[in-house]
């Protein structure tokens, strides 16, 4: 830490943003209609009130399951393609560079496909319900290469979400929080470049980016582990309706854990920087301006120091230009976010 007497202020970017609590809740249901509710109610039903067989069910149940990510995939890649200057990774206006949660979206869908092509036509029936194991397994061996790589520093060989080839890679919960900030609630570039600063100027937000990628790494084993135990212990009755819901409990409970983690991470970071006598201050001024809670609320002064081995980058000490969501809702309907 460089000595400065004028100033005992650490200024960085302050990472939340405003989004639409409904817009929201429509996609969580959404997701729920096409996974649980709609596969759980042909499946059941069929069974119940016709002679349909279990291979001709599962294959109905394989076709519904897809349903949503024909939705959700193409629209984000529409996004990402089409609004490349304002959504896309820095550095890149190349339109097939997508994103660290693209990649890794495509990736597990292909692997998710493959029980549900698989299970009707042989017959094997319960491989079927481990269709979700195999969307949320792929994307925990992801996290997981990002935590050796980072480990051995590893340089990469090819482009990941704003990280050129060549850089050593960040935890994946990184690139997953730029990723999404900027493009699924559409805050643009301005977005990335805020979280790259706060990574950079700050020791302890970086040990939260590898706290928060271990943890996803064993909530997705849990989840892999316990799929497994119902889907081959369980009567197929049984197990076809707990293992789809299972998915939205997990994610759940996975997300409570999640924010707690967060909230403990951003705490310790001001007390880090407390410690060595320093009051954190968070620069407000990026996406929907909006104040991460229990920080400091007054204006920052104007000369503000550089957190160690950032002496050579700027710190913002200037309102960036705001960088609003393109159907922003109005006053009033605004969510704020509580944590990263």
Not at 22 to 47: D, E, K
Not at 199 to 213: E, G, I
């Amino acid at each position: 830490m460089h000595d400065d007497s004028q100033s005992d202020t650490l200024t960085l970017p302050d990472l939340q943003f405003s989004y639409n609590k409904f817009y929201v809740a429509l996609y969580i249901s959404f997701l729920l209609v096409c996974n649980v509710l709609i596969p759980c109610l042909l499946f059941y039903l069929l069974q119940t009130f016709t002679k349909i067989t279990t291979k001709e069910l599962i294959g109905i149940s394989s076709a519904v399951l897809g349903l949503s990510s024909c939705f959700d995939a193409p629209f984000r890649l529409l996004r990402l393609v089409r609004h490349r200057q304002q959504y896309g990774p820095l550095g890149t206006d190349v339109w097939w560079h997508l994103d660290f949660v693209m990649w890794a979206y495509t990736f597990a869908l292909l692997i998710f496909a493959f029980p549900l092509a698989i299970a009707p036509a042989i017959a094997f029936y319960n491989f079927f319900l481990m269709s979700t194991m195999m969307l949320v397994g792929p994307i925990g061996v992801v996290f997981l290469f990002s935590l050796i790589a980072q480990h051995y520093r590893w340089p990469l060989p090819v482009r990941c979400s704003s990280e050129p080839a060549g850089s050593i890679m960040k935890p994946a919960v990184f690139y997953c929080i730029e990723d999404v900030g900027a493009v699924d609630f559409m805050h643009g570039r301005t977005f990335r470049q805020r979280v790259h600063t706060r990574y950079d100027a700050s020791p302890p937000f970086r040990q939260l980016m590898t706290d928060l990628t271990i943890y996803w790494v064993f909530a997705c084993a849990v989840y892999c582990g316990v799929t497994a135990a119902v889907t081959w212990g369980a009567s197929l009755n049984f197990a076809f309706g707990w293992v789809l819901g299972q998915l939205f409990i997990w994610a759940f409970v996975s997300f409570l854990g999640c924010r707690w983690l967060v909230h403990r991470g951003l705490t310790r970071e001001r007390v880090y920087w407390e410690h060595r006598g320093r009051t954190l201050f968070k620069e407000t001024t990026g996406p929907g301006g909006i104040h991460e809670g229990g920080v400091e609320n007054q204006p920052a002064p104007k000369r503000t120091k550089s957190a160690p081995g950032t002496a050579n980058r700027p710190i913002l000490q200037k309102p960036m230009p705001t960088s609003k969501s393109l159907d922003s809702p109005p006053k009033g309907k605004i969510e704020r976010t509580e944590v990263v």
